[in-house]
């Protein structure tokens, strides 16, 4: 009987050490009920940062909480210069993953007109055996000039598919990130990523939604989620400038929706910045990890 009021005593104890060091601990109550979160960084954010000192922007990255990496550095086989391997080590050492990655490989004029992907699709099966090698879940064309016809934006969503099919081959996602201009119509006919969604295969091509473009392009996250339900298996979380602090993005409601937007990752991405690209980058994060919003 002693020995059981013991370890009873002993147990209550323990629990009051352990809330009196919480008690003592600045945010600890914070950090024990939200936790970290996941969260990806498009490494475009840190441009500047990464040409002067790639290791310890990569480093400063991952001790800020980011829990995955977007490259936008990649050519010829490389990522910022590094072998795929290389960059997926440095990345890991920094604490994080290798999530995803830009890469642009527009079609000529010469093979809009005659369809011959041959030379492009070369290129591509080159980017995806290095992605492959680099750990890469999915792979984002990030930029397309608006077509000046409806069979020049056809045959880029049969391209598209081509490319997807290649990339699936090698157990990765293919998709495309949008800017405002998607949101144009072309030849006044249909709204490009609207036709975009509705003529590319779903099994091959997925679509990274920026938000804050799509804002800017005057459409609703939300009301996209809803009409191409499952669609956005990446979404770039963005504002103005650091997150939240525009007012322009409703994070809250396209939160609320992620799953109907079939969202599988998050990634923040600054482009402009009221202080230096580390603290926007920093409270990017912070806005996002202390967010209700964000399971």
Known sequence: MKTKYMILAVSVLAASLLNISCASAENCSASASKGKKDIGLQLYSLRADIKKDYDNT??????????????????????????????????????????????????????????????????????????????????????????????????????????????????????????????????????????????????????????????RGQVSPVELFQKYPGRFRLLHIKDHKELGQSGMVGFDAIFNNIKTAGAENIIVEVERYNYTPFESVKRSYDYLNNADFVK
């Open 58 to 215: 990569i480093k400063k990255a991952g001790e800020m909480g980011y829990t995955s990496v977007e490259a936008a550095g990649y050519g010829n086989g490389k990522f910022y210069g590094k072998t795929p391997e290389e960059f997926k080590k440095s990345v890991e050492d920094a604490g994080m993953k290798v999530l995803s990655s830009h890469m642009n490989r527009p079609l000529t004029k010469e093979e809009l007109q005659t369809k011959d992907f041959s030379k492009a699709l070369a290129w591509w099966d080159e980017a995806i055996a290095a992605h492959k090698a680099a750990g890469m879940k999915y792979m984002v064309m990030p930029y397309l000039k608006r077509p000046d016809t409806m069979k020049d934006l056809q045959t880029y969503c049969e391209y598209f598919n081509e490319v997807g099919k290649r990339a699936a081959a090698a157990g990765i996602s293919f998709g495309y990130h949008n800017h405002a201009h998607e949101f144009e119509k072309v030849e006044g006919k249909a709204v490009m990523l609207n036709y975009m969604l509705e003529n590319t295969d779903p099994k091959y091509v997925f679509f990274e939604l920026d938000v804050y473009w799509a804002v």
